[in-house]
């Protein structure tokens, strides 16, 4: 350039990186992953295949974009509760997945998987924030004591996430609240320094007259200490609390 400075270009529009992120996801939702095509969501997002991939090289690279986005800062629960902790922490690993059209995780994975790029956005976006956040939990009820000493941390990490991530991967089983928390109660029942004790606490947080905790959905959703381990009602509302309280 004549005046030696570099002219700037025009600058990026954000709305359409959302508007596209926002496509996908929905594209994935109704038409599953084999349905997808840049084209559709370049259509669905109003804008263009050329903008579309000056923002991403390719389609598992916008996918894994969206539901980054849609996954968001996943920050764990941190109650001083065990069990309602874990509970919250490993739904917090749902959340994108149960969005998901059960045959999408695994078909974006085979995508990814040949790709070492990708391979590693996959792992970077979808496996360790979740896995982190349980670490998190997982830690804390170790510095309280909670769990038996000298207990296996990355087995317990792993044993709680593969509700998760072989259930989403495979899709051939359930992942409702209901089944969350028999897991964690099943694994807790053999890793648990006193298990009655951490069931006494999840009682007192959850200010129900039956067993029970309240997670960061706001429901309270019961379960049995006994043999069976989960009840099968998830859907109670609890009353209202904190200031400004609908009444």
């Given at each position: 350039?004549?005046?030696?400075?570099?002219?700037?270009?025009?600058?990026?529009?954000?709305?359409?990186?959302?508007?596209?992120?926002?496509?996908?996801?929905?594209?994935?939702?109704?038409?599953?992953?084999?349905?997808?095509?840049?084209?559709?969501?370049?259509?669905?997002?109003?804008?263009?295949?050329?903008?579309?991939?000056?923002?991403?090289?390719?389609?598992?690279?916008?996918?894994?974009?969206?539901?980054?986005?849609?996954?968001?800062?996943?920050?764990?629960?941190?109650?001083?509760?065990?069990?309602?902790?874990?509970?919250?922490?490993?739904?917090?690993?749902?959340?994108?997945?149960?969005?998901?059209p059960p045959d999408a995780l695994a078909?974006?994975?085979?995508?990814?998987?040949?790709?070492?790029?990708?391979?590693?956005?996959?792992?970077?976006?979808?496996?360790?924030?979740?896995?982190?956040?349980?670490?998190?939990?997982?830690?804390?009820?170790?510095?309280?004591?909670?769990?038996?000493?000298?207990?296996?941390?990355?087995?317990?990490?792993?044993?709680?996430?593969?509700?998760?991530?072989?259930?989403?991967?495979?899709?051939?089983?359930?992942?409702?609240?209901?089944?969350?928390?028999?897991?964690?109660?099943?694994?807790?029942?053999?890793?648990?320094?006193?298990?009655?004790?951490l069931v006494s606490v999840s009682r007192?947080?959850?200010?129900?007259?039956?067993?029970?905790?309240?997670?960061?959905?706001?429901?309270?959703?019961?379960?049995?200490?006994?043999?069976?381990?989960?009840?099968?009602?998830?859907?109670?509302?609890?009353?209202?609390?904190?200031?400004?309280?609908?009444?």
């Amino acid at each position: 350039m004549r005046d030696g400075k570099q002219r700037a270009g025009r600058p990026r529009d954000l709305g359409i990186d959302q508007a596209v992120r926002t496509a996908a996801l929905a594209l994935l939702a109704e038409a599953g992953y084999g349905g997808l095509a840049i084209e559709a969501i370049a259509r669905r997002a109003g804008t263009n295949k050329a903008a579309v991939y000056r923002r991403w090289p390719n389609l598992p690279a916008l996918v894994l974009d969206a539901l980054g986005a849609q996954l968001g800062d996943l920050r764990p629960p941190d109650t001083g509760c065990t069990i309602c902790d874990l509970c919250d922490a490993i739904k917090l690993q749902l959340t994108v997945f149960r969005r998901m059209p059960p045959d999408a995780l695994a078909a974006l994975r085979a995508d990814c998987g040949g790709d070492e790029e990708l391979n590693e956005a996959f792992m970077r976006t979808l496996f360790d924030p979740p896995r982190e956040a349980v670490a998190q939990v997982l830690d804390a009820a170790i510095a309280r004591g909670d769990l038996r000493e000298h207990v296996d941390r990355e087995l317990v990490l792993d044993l709680l996430a593969s509700l998760v991530h072989y259930r989403a991967l495979f899709g051939h089983g359930s992942t409702a609240d209901e089944d969350v928390e028999e897991a964690v109660h099943a694994l807790l029942r053999g890793v648990a320094q006193d298990y009655a004790r951490l069931v006494s606490v999840s009682r007192a947080a959850s200010h129900a007259p039956s067993p029970g905790h309240l997670h960061a959905d706001g429901y309270a959703h019961h379960w049995n200490a006994g043999a069976s381990g989960a009840g099968a009602d998830p859907s109670e509302r609890p009353a209202p609390r904190g200031p400004g309280a609908a009444t």
